[in-house]
């Protein structure tokens, strides 16, 4: 139970159609305790390659309508699969449009890992991050491996991460760390 109603937005760094990152994503939004709601973001895949000469003015809508619903939440959870040991292009994509805007100063920010590998994409989205000045809270940190493995047990995984209260405690421990910044 929250103090008071805390919108999140969730970004997935994969644009595949069977990314368990994105599963991570949805379970989550399933086992939201009381008073927290999570949205998940479609529109990465659709962003134009960024171009700082497309800024201001010229910015184009669908990036105008990416910013406003960051600028709405009150914390982004960010599920990202490691690329060649990097950010996938697609999602730092999506992080250079926000660079040098107001919306993501401050805002604070969880990873939800779907993978027991990765933990460069880790490392490098920590420091993308915080150089844009987000906050990570390093607390609400959330890993559950069901990248490679069947549909069969990566539903039962999630199954049981939700009825086991995993995922219940590290919104929690979210909706708490914004609550107090607020
Ligand atoms: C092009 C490509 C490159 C990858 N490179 C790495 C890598 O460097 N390190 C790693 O741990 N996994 C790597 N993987 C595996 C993905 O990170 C892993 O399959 C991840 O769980 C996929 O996330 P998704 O299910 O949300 O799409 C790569 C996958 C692809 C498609």
Redesign the pocket.
């Known amino acids: 139970m929250t103090q008071r109603p805390i919108s999140l937005y969730a970004l997935?760094?994969?644009q595949?159609r069977?990314?368990?990152?994105?599963r991570l994503l949805e379970a989550l939004q399933l086992a939201c305790p009381e008073g927290i709601t999570i949205a998940i973001c479609d529109l990465i895949g659709d962003l134009p390659v960024f171009n700082p000469d497309n800024e201001g003015e010229r910015t184009p809508v669908i990036v105008e309508r990416f910013a406003a619903e960051i600028r709405k939440a009150d914390g982004l959870i960010v599920?990202c699969?490691?690329?060649?040991?990097?950010i996938p292009g697609g999602f730092k994509n999506a992080l250079d449009w926000l660079v040098s805007r107001d919306e993501v100063p401050f805002k604070p920010l969880m990873f939800a890992h779907?993978?027991h590998?990765?933990d460069?994409?880790l490392a490098q989205l920590a420091d993308v991050l915080q150089t844009m000045s987000l906050h990570i809270v390093e607390d609400a940190f959330l890993r559950l491996p069901v990248?490679?493995k069947s549909d069969e047990i990566q539903a039962a995984m999630l199954l049981e991460a939700r009825e086991s209260g995993l995922f219940s405690a590290s919104l929690s421990r979210f909706a708490q760390a914004i609550a107090a910044k607020a």
């Open positions: 997935c760094g994969s595949r069977a990314s368990t990152s994105r599920a699969p490691e690329y060649a040991h990097g779907a993978s590998r990765g460069l994409v990248a490679g």
